[in-house]
């Protein structure tokens, strides 16, 4: 990255070891949840609680903190200078105001608990896990205390993850959704077209492991996901995770008797990876390198797997494929794959929930972390308090806390105040989608795959940028305006009532 001033220089410099030691941090973690063998936790929790060491003792380095401090001063800062400057700030404010002690000590904890969610989940047994969950949630709060907040110690937790996300905005966003939300989850349990029980995947077929992974390769290349700057393994959570700027690999997951399971999580996660792909490659290893919030982040994945992967133009376009890949699925044209794809049910599992009901998925999470961090519920009544709160947004309740409160590894990595990016992407992606409509009109164009025009908008509107914008600026210059519920509102009830025929 090009900078004239000696100070941005240095930063860049001594950054660039913070850079490497990320990439080696993420290393450790890609093996740990790809390939950790059961008994290996203990070492690889010794492993990453040094790196972490070794990277809080970087940025805490009084000579960096000053150098940042300094060139914070300095006139005539680029676009680019101040955004290097204001990420290093936030980035600095968890180094230098959180103890060492307590990184290192939450680094190793969590280590620990994603070994025993893992274990706990196989074994259906929340007794397990809930030790660990325990003191996560004090050091999370004790995190908070340190990060320092206005009004909610969730905010600063938030705030880690979507610079400026407080509380108050998560409760009016939710306050908009969830009525239309509910509403249109009853018109369509009550339609004509409604089939609680989807076909071609109720158990009697099985879809082959091979074709899956097949078939989640041939989209991603469509999507113009670059494999020779990235792979996709297998994981029991599919994600994305970045080891060098030419190294972005994802993971998805096989469903022997749902096909659609792997083929959306690859897409999901494969909008993630095009994101970090997508950045300015002057901004390699630099604070302007990556997606500049969770938030933004999870608006390309769900765009690519809701706006064009779920969109019954594309389905019409991999119907044939499906059909080549899975004889079964003969029977079936565009117009019922299509509905199969956006088959609407309440379900336990968050990770396979449809569009409408994803977001009530997210909203009992928001309501349950908000609560544990505030003091307001304890870790041994959380099982009952997810199942209350199930039957109340969904109105099922899960017979086994394996498709209950155990399902998500998010609390074992300690990532309290991350859920409701979920549903901040869901709402970006919505407005996203609203402007590249407008402007080239690309949805018709998917019946033939043609993914490049929505690639394009979205490389020069959102990729390329980096970390330079935050996420208000950054939506705002795409699409005319801030974030607004409105176009996420408006999408998806067109999206349902066309597809279920509802009035
Ligand atoms: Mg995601």
Redesign the pocket.
Known sequence: MHTTKKQFKKILSYYSDISTLNNIQATLEWDLNVNLPRSGGQGRADQTAYITKLSAEKWQDPTFVELVAEASTLKDQTLEEKAIIRNLQHSLKYYTRIPQALIIEFSRETSLAFMAWNSAKQKNDFSEFSPHLKSIIKLCQTMGDHLTYEKDPYDALLDLYEPGLTTADCKQYFSEIKTPLTSLLKKIVNSKKYNALPEFVNGDIVFSQKKQQELSHFVLKKMGYDFDSGRLDISPHP??IGLGRQDIRITTMYQSTDFRDSLMASI??GG?ALYEQGVNPEYANTPLDGGVSLGI??SQ??FWENQIGRSPEFIQFITPLLHAFYPELETADSERLSLLFNHVSPGFIRIEADEVTYNLHILIRFELEHALINGKLEVDDLPEAWNTKMKKYLGIIPPTNKQGVLQDVHWSYGSFGYFPT?TL?NLYAGQLHAAIEKETHYTQNLTTGELRTPLGWLRSNIHQHGSVYLPDELIKNATGSTLSTSHYLTYITDKYTRLYNLS
Do not use: A, I, N, V
């Open positions: 994600f994305t999901h996660e993630h982040h999870e994945s769900r979920y992407g």
